[in-house]
């Protein structure tokens, strides 16, 4: 189900994409390469404004229910989280003590300015 509705998703992003990219804006936009400035067509300066916006309305809608469906299915599954689990608290031992030969000596500041 989720593999289907994120491809869904997919599909209308791009189609929605494609829709604002052939609408005529400031500058003409790239529905004026397909003959958007002449003609009765249905992409024409004035047919294809209102056919483009209301298909850019859907698709936007659309678009959002989906991406609201894919965070609400997303969430509700149960994941397992690093943080949430039950860590089990083993005790800790101390390491031995072996007493302080073990220990490097540590440099003294006089020995070092003399050297």
Not at 83 to 94: A, G
């Amino acid at each position: 189900m989720l593999t289907v509705l994120i491809v869904f998703h997919i599909i209308i992003a791009i189609l929605l994409t494609l829709i604002i990219l052939l609408q005529e804006g400031e500058s003409g936009g790239l529905g004026g390469m397909f003959g958007g400035g002449g003609g009765d067509s249905m992409f024409s300066a004035t047919g294809g404004q209102s056919f483009l916006t209301k298909t850019t309305t859907i698709l936007a809608i659309i678009f959002v229910i989906t991406s609201l469906s894919i965070a609400k299915i997303t969430s509700a599954k149960k994941s397992k989280s690093l943080l949430k689990e039950d860590v089990k608290q083993e005790e800790v031992q101390p390491a031995p003590q072996t007493g302080e030969e073990a220990l490097p000596e540590a440099p003294q500041g006089d020995e070092q300015k003399q050297q």
